[in-house]
């Protein structure tokens, strides 16, 4: 079985800040971990991915997050936080062992607002 | 398009009728997948199709439910009876293929409301 926790409900900062999303996995075998952002009335956008290798992942509008295998976590970070950053964030697990299920497990979502 | 759609955006529905669901995928991705999306809550696994291979089912909430797809393109959801807690946005979703290392690529939602 695997599983995402998103902790935080909602996380609002002030432009210009630096931003963090929390995100918790667990998965019995290796975890693909994806973020994905959904701006309102709209499908989810992929913003990034950890598979293996560096555990600092790279993404679109400079967003990056840290793999980190002993806290089972995965969080979204962003240097400098734009007022258009706002949207509603997934987190997202799959398991990478061969003949695992191919769905993705995804998180409740956190609301970013990031204030003028 | 070069995205995923899904048609159609909105169905507003009465208790007890079917409704059907449609979506074309990202020409050439063999992988597809289903998704239900209450309000305020994450993504629920309904179904998924990987080329001619027998779909994976297990996330279908009730036999109520059902898809197909036409080899590797064009998917229907199908929801039988409808329910007014079948009020939700159907997201769809595909793949370059089932390797659980690449991305999906999601169309915009059929926002489906049962009264």
């Known amino acids: 079985a695997q599983s995402v926790a998103q902790p935080e409900d909602q996380v609002k900062v002030a432009e210009g800040n630096p931003l963090t999303v929390k995100c918790t996995y667990s998965v019995s075998g290796n975890p693909y971990l994806f973020w994905y952002v959904q701006y309102p009335n709209r499908g989810l956008q992929f913003l990034l991915k950890?598979?293996?290798?560096?555990?600092l992942v790279k993404g679109s509008y400079g967003f990056e997050a840290e793999f980190n295998k002993s806290q089972t976590s995965f969080h979204l970070k962003k240097p400098s936080a734009l007022v258009s950053d706002s949207a509603l964030y997934f987190c997202?697990?799959?398991?990478?062992?061969?003949?695992?299920?191919?769905?993705?497990?995804f998180g409740s979502g956190t609301q970013l607002t990031v204030l003028p | 398009g070069a995205g995923v759609s899904q048609s159609p955006s909105n169905k507003v529905t009465e208790k007890g009728k079917d409704v059907e669901l449609r979506c074309d995928p990202i020409s050439g991705h063999t992988a597809l997948y289903w998704y239900r999306q209450r309000l305020g809550q994450g993504l629920e696994f309904l179904i998924y199709?990987?080329?001619?291979?027998?779909?994976?089912k297990s996330g279908l909430p009730s036999d109520r439910f059902s898809a197909e797809r036409t080899g590797e393109s064009v998917s229907t959801l199908t929801i039988q009876r409808t329910q007014q807690e079948d009020s939700a946005v159907y997201l769809c979703a595909s793949s370059v293929d089932g390797s659980s290392y690449n991305e999906q690529f999601f169309g915009p939602g059929t926002r489906l409301t049962v009264l």
């Open positions: 997202a697990v799959r398991d990478g062992t061969s003949g695992s299920a191919r769905q993705l497990t």
């Open positions: 950890y598979i293996t290798g560096d555990n």
């Open positions: 199709f990987q080329g001619n291979s027998a779909p994976d």
